[in-house]
Structures are given as structure tokens and as C-alpha cells.
């Protein structure tokens, strides 16, 4: 098969020919039908990353068809069209058992773990549990967007967050996350306020924020546990920031204010 594949940390990548990947017993080998590119892809190529051994295929996030099934699969067939989380589970540990599967003991991620979908084809482990069929109305393209982006932000908000009708949310950054996060506040009825070092009015507006960098905008003042205005339009932020000691330590408040797959209140 065709694939990307780079030999070295920070070297550039070729498209080369290589081996087909063949199943594991309880795996699935997929057609990429789409595959996305993603930072976390930069940051293995980069070698922060200690699970890629090199040479190296990366990529993770995908959606394919089924040409291949693993001897002890019965839930997948060959010409099933399906996508997979960024983080797959083993379905043995505490973790999967208690259907936390992106903290798995065990996991693995295509692209990292082993090599990913900047291929024709890629392996997927423990498909009985970890392949998600796709709707024949939806595209690969829009599926290979929800395994990582989609579902990081879809447990946070919906599964973790509990996130209600007519309650705020702020999403801190508007990247592929925080856009994801916006629109599935969005769609569950929340107000959504969009916190970004860019000004990106006009682009989150058009994915339902309701207040992008409003001024002034109202937000949860947590230390008094009432609400409070805060300007923090074209840079305020940063600056009000700086006087607490930088970013670093605002960032650290801001997640201890949520304890580990918590609701922060």
C-alpha cells in the first residue's frame, strides 16, 4: 500500500510503498477512506510523543471500510463503513469496564501506537468494541472529524459537563476542540461564550457562541461563587493575566477548579 511514513523525528515525511497491515484475531483492517490531520500528529512527528517507535505512519483521525476481520470479530464484516475513537480501549481493564475507555490501562491510538491512516489502509485493534458504524447518509469526511475533536468535546460538555439547556459555557480556545465544543454547547441549548487569544467573532459566531469576546461579557466568578463582568475583549485577558503572575498559574486555578472526569460545578 501507499503511505506516508518519516523515518525521523522532524524530517520530512515520503510517500513510499509498504505492507499491507493484516488483522489481529480480535482486529478489523480498513480502506481510509478520509483521514484528518490533527496538532497531536505534529507532536508525534516531532517525537513528544513516546509510544511512536520509527519508521512511522502517522495519523488517527479516519473513517474507512472494512476489508478485513480478525477471526474471533462477529460484530464487523468486510464492506462495513465505520470510523474509530482517537483512543481505543482493550475492554479488559477497570477503565473500559466501567466505560471509561479513554483512560484505558491498555489503550491504543492509531498513529501512535502503532502505525495510522496516512495510508490506503489501516489496522484497528479490538474492533467488537471500538469500531462505531457510520450512517449511510453521512460522509466519510465528516466522520473522520468526530473521533478526536468531536468526541474530546462531546464528553466534556454533554458527559462530564452535564451541560444543561439555557446554562453558560465558557470554551477557552477556538481550535478544532473549542470549535467542536461550541457547537455541541450549541446544539444542547447553552450559552456559549468563546475565549481566544485571536479576536474570532465573525468565524464562532457562525458555530453558535453566543457572546464571542463580548464587552463586557458575563462569566462565574468561582472564587466568590457569584457573577461577575469582566472585559476581556482584543487582549484584556492576557493583560489581567499577567497581573495574577501569567499564564500558567491562571491556567493551573482554572483546572483545579475541576477534579479529575468531574463537573467543575
Aim: aromatic residues 8%; proline residues 6%; hydrophobic residues 45%.
Amino acid at each position: 500500500m501507499k503511505a506516508v511514513l518519516y523515518e525521523a523525528f522532524a524530517k520530512a515525511p515520503s510517500l513510499v510503498t509498504v505492507p499491507d497491515p493484516v488483522p489481529a484475531p480480535h482486529g478489523a483492517v480498513l480502506k481510509v477512506e478520509a483521514t484528518g490531520v490533527c496538532r497531536s500528529d505534529w507532536h508525534g512527528w516531532m517525537g513528544h510523543d513516546s509510544d511512536i517507535v520509527l519508521p512511522h505512519v502517522p495519523g488517527h483521525e479516519l473513517a474507512g471500510t472494512i476489508v478485513a476481520t480478525g477471526k474471533t470479530v462477529t460484530r464487523w464484516k468486510a464492506g462495513d463503513r465505520v470510523t474509530v475513537p482517537f483512543v481505543g480501549g482493550c475492554g479488559a481493564c477497570p477503565e473500559c469496564h466501567a466505560g471509561h475507555q479513554q483512560v484505558c490501562h491498555n489503550q491504543f491510538q492509531p498513529g501512535f501506537t502503532h502505525w495510522g491512516s496516512f495510508a490506503e489502509f489501516v489496522g484497528i485493534h479490538q474492533a467488537d468494541l471500538n469500531l462505531v458504524a457510520l450512517p449511510e447518509n453521512m460522509g466519510f469526511a465528516t466522520a473522520a472529524s468526530l473521533g478526536c475533536r468531536f468526541a474530546t468535546s462531546f464528553r466534556a460538555v454533554v458527559d462530564q459537563g452535564r451541560t444543561k439547556a439555557g446554562e453558560w459555557v465558557a470554551v477557552h480556545g477556538c481550535g478544532g476542540v473549542g470549535l467542536s465544543a461550541i457547537m455541541i454547547a450549541t446544539a444542547v441549548g447553552a450559552n456559549v461564550i468563546a475565549v481566544d487569544i485571536a479576536d474570532p467573532v465573525a468565524h464562532v459566531r457562525s458555530f453558535g457562541a453566543a457572546i464571542p469576546n463580548a464587552k463586557p461579557s458575563l462569566l462565574l466568578d468561582f472564587e466568590a461563587g457569584r457573577r461577575g463582568e469582566i472585559d476581556y475583549i482584543n487582549g484584556a485577558i492576557p493583560r489581567e493575566a499577567a497581573k495574577l503572575g501569567g499564564a500558567a498559574p491562571v491556567n493551573a486555578t482554572l483546572v483545579r477548579l475541576v477534579r479529575f472526569r468531574e463537573r467543575g460545578f
